[in-house]
T-cell receptor
């Protein structure tokens, strides 16, 4: 059974510092991996989706890498801003599970001005 | 121009009641989902529909019954509500399975 872990559970950084968020999964047989952002009391916003054949995806200040063999993905956010404060979730779509995203518990990020 | 909308946003009700949550997406997607986020913030898939057909029913009690009248709508009806049903329920949609999922704002259900 696929398990997704995000460490640390919470992170606080000063504005301008780069953020590094980790996601690990136990089964390397994945279809893709998605990173989401969740603001308090709101729904999830998709940030990046990496297909199993890809090594990384970039969007603006965000870069996500995927190392399937070691069961890891990392989300980098460059030059963090207070507006980046949110909970970041990674979700794995296992290779043999149609439509099922397996979510991690998330990393709560606070960027202080 | 909300992409995925849910009603109501908040729902407070007594144990034993029956309630419904509605979801609509205007993205033209063919796949819709219901997720439950519990008090520990874990998100778990409940149901998935593709072209109005139920594809995933993830060991959810029979008291929960999804209905998809058309590809743009996926409603969730819950019978005989229990305390443990208190959670935030999210609807999501995607174009085809395995693609980026777009989430609604969530419905916070509190059962007293």
């Amino acid at each position: 059974k696929q398990e997704v872990t995000q460490i640390p559970a919470a992170l606080s950084v000063p504005e301008g510092e780069n953020l590094v968020l980790n996601c690990s999964f136990t089964d390397s047989a994945i279809y893709n991996l998605q990173w989401f952002r969740q603001d308090p009391g709101k729904g999830l916003t998709s940030l990046l989706l990496i297909q199993s054949s890809q090594r990384e995806q970039t969007s603006g200040r965000l870069n996500a890498s995927l190392d399937k063999s070691s069961g890891r993905s990392t989300l980098y956010i460059a030059a963090s801003q207070p507006g980046d404060s949110a909970t970041y979730l990674c979700a794995v779509r296992p290779a043999d599970s149609w439509g099922k995203l397996q979510f991690g518990a998330g990393t709560q990020v606070v960027v202080t001005p | 121009d909300t992409a995925v909308s849910q009603t109501p946003k908040y729902l407070v009700t007594q144990m034993g009641n029956d309630k419904s949550i509605k979801c609509e997406q205007n993205l033209g997607h063919d796949t819709m989902y219901w997720y439950k986020q519990d008090s520990k913030k874990f998100l778990k898939i409940m149901f998935s529909y593709n072209n109005k057909e139920l594809i995933i029913n993830e060991t959810v009690p029979n008291r929960f019954s999804p209905k998809s009248p058309d590809k743009a709508h996926l409603n969730l009806h819950i019978n005989s509500l229990e305390l443990g049903d208190s959670a935030v329920y999210f609807c999501a949609s995607s174009q085809g399975e395995g693609n980026t999922q777009y989430f609604g704002p969530g419905t916070r259900l509190t059962v007293l």
